[in-house]
């Protein structure tokens, strides 16, 4: 009975692992439902980044309410994650649009679909960094794009492994058109959220010299409360001081 009270425990390793897999999976499901619409899936990116960061800031301990959480991120990311959204993907769909254009003409106008990938290629970067930059950082829409500039091309050998984590398993997922249906009920099921999560500790390990400090419970300390903090600490100096001077220390 110890022994598989001990196995389930939420300090066990079974217990993290389950911890770990209920985040991804419940947070992809989440994303997923309220992606439907389609104008919000840069809010449900958004929400599922706020988890995923969250629950990588905590390294997994205490309850991180993935539901709460997830809801939080979404609203109060929403604006600035839609206009995003949308903003990227009409881009995306114009530059496709031009890039067959090109297509269909000789040469030296072809030449020009060279470019439009490369813009392409910055779309998606764009893509890949502006949602997790937002739900960890607030700011205007400038200082949002900045932010994504700063983050992306700040450390050139992160944005080569965020990039993989995101082409690697979409161009799996099409390597035979035959497990095609598996493939995107996994991605339905917790793909989503498994690559949010792995990106998760890359895009922390960057934002974590920005970051506020967190509290017991997990959540930012604002700049008020670390004040107070600092001034108790300030007390509880002075009053250890005077206690020493009464002994002659």
């Known amino acids: 009975m110890e022994f598989l009270r001990g196995f389930l425990g939420n ?41 995923c960061l969250k629950a990588r800031r905590n ?16 609203k109060d990311n929403f604006v600035q994650a ?34 439009l990938i490369g813009l392409l290629v910055l779309d998606a970067i764009a893509f890949m960094y502006y949602f997790p930059a937002i739900s960890a950082f607030s700011g205007t829409l400038k200082q949002q794009a900045m932010n994504t500039a700063f983050f ?16 690697v398993p979409v161009a799996a997922s099409y390597i035979n058109l035959q497990f095609l249906p598996l493939a995107a ?22 934002y974590a010299p920005f970051l506020s400090e967190l509290d017991a419970a997990g959540d930012p300390v604002s700049e008020d409360e670390l004040d107070d903090e600092l001034m108790m600490q300030d007390e509880s100096e002075e009053k250890t001081l005077a206690e020493m001077r009464k002994f002659g220390l």
């Open 11 to 51: 300090d066990s390793f079974f217990g993290r692992l389950m911890y770990r897999l209920g985040v991804v999976v419940i947070t992809n499901i989440l994303f997923v439902l309220c992606s439907i619409p389609v104008v919000t899936v840069g809010a449900s990116l958004s929400g599922m980044y706020y988890v």
């Open 59 to 74: 390294k997994f301990q205490g309850d991180v309410r993935i539901f709460r959480t997830f809801f939080k991120g979404f």
């Open 82 to 115: 839609t206009i995003g959204w949308l903003v990227m993907l009409v881009f995306a769909v114009a530059l496709l649009l031009e890039i067959s254009w090109c297509n269909q003409f000789p040469a030296p106008v072809r030449y020009f679909k060279y470019g």
């Open 152 to 167: 992306a091309f700040s450390r050139p050998h992160y944005l080569l492994v965020v990039a993989a984590l995101h082409v």
């Open 185 to 206: 009920f996994l991605w339905a099921l917790g793909g989503f959220g498994l690559v949010t999560l792995l990106c998760s500790f890359f895009h922390l390990r960057q």
